[in-house]
C-alpha cells in the first residue's frame, strides 16, 4: 500500500497545534514551524527549560530538539497506521554555547528506506550561526495489534 505522505503531513501538523501538553516537546517548548516532504523546521527557547547549571544550553537539550524534528520528519515516511519510528542513534556536534534567545532547527533526510531513515539536523542561533549539528537514525518498526 502506498505511503499517503500528504495525510501524515496533515496529522503532524495537527499534532503541533494542538501541543500535547504531556510530552518533551511541550515542556521544553519546541515548535514546529514547517513540515514538508523533504524537510522539518521548528524552534526550541533557551531558558530555564532548556539551559544547564552556568546558565548555558544544555547539550541534551539541543539533542532533544535535534530528534524531535528528526522523529516528526521521519513520520511522513512511512505508514501511520502500521508502523511508527523510534530513534536508533543520535550524535551531536555542539558547535557554538548560547545563554537566551531562539534556537531554529531543521531536519533534512540523508536516507528514506524501508527499515531505517537517517537525517541530517542543523540546528542554528538567531544570527543563522551554527549552533549544533546533528545525524539521527530512525529504525521503522511494526505497531504491535
Known amino acids: 500500500m502506498p505511503i499517503?505522505?500528504?495525510?501524515?503531513?496533515?496529522?503532524?501538523?495537527?499534532?503541533a497545534a494542538v501541543k500535547h501538553k504531556k510530552t518533551l516537546m511541550h515542556a521544553l517548548g519546541i515548535e514546529l514551524t514547517e513540515i514538508s516532504e523533504d524537510r522539518v523546521?521548528?524552534?526550541?527557547?533557551?531558558?530555564?527549560r532548556t539551559?544547564?547549571?552556568?546558565e548555558m544550553l544544555h547539550g541534551g537539550a539541543s539533542v532533544a530538539f535535534?530528534?524531535?524534528?528528526?522523529?516528526?520528519?521521519?513520520?511522513i515516511h512511512i505508514d501511520m497506521?502500521?508502523?511508527k519510528v523510534v530513534g536508533?542513534?543520535?550524535?551531536?556536534?555542539?558547535?557554538?554555547?548560547?545563554?537566551?534567545?531562539?534556537?531554529?532547527?531543521?531536519?533534512?533526510?540523508?536516507?528514506i528506506g524501508k527499515r531505517t531513515q537517517v537525517w541530517s539536523i542543523e540546528i542554528k542561533?538567531?544570527?543563522?550561526?551554527?549552533?549544533?549539528i546533528s545525524r539521527c537514525t530512525m529504525a521503522v518498526v511494526e505497531l504491535s495489534r
Do not use: F, W
Not at 523546521?41 to 530555564?48: H, R
Not at 542561533?125 to 549544533?132: A, G, P
Open 88 to 111: 536508533l542513534e543520535i550524535n551531536a556536534n555542539h558547535i557554538r554555547g548560547m545563554s537566551s534567545g531562539i534556537l531554529y532547527g531543521e531536519a533534512k533526510p540523508y536516507h
Open 41 to 48: 523546521c521548528g524552534t526550541m527557547p533557551v531558558d530555564e
Open 51 to 54: 539551559i544547564q547549571y552556568y
Open 4 to 15: 499517503n505522505k500528504q495525510k501524515n503531513i496533515e496529522t503532524l501538523k495537527q499534532v
Open 81 to 83: 497506521d502500521h508502523q
Open 125 to 132: 542561533n538567531e544570527k543563522q550561526e551554527l549552533v549544533c
Open 66 to 75: 535535534a530528534e524531535t524534528l528528526c522523529s516528526c520528519a521521519a513520520c
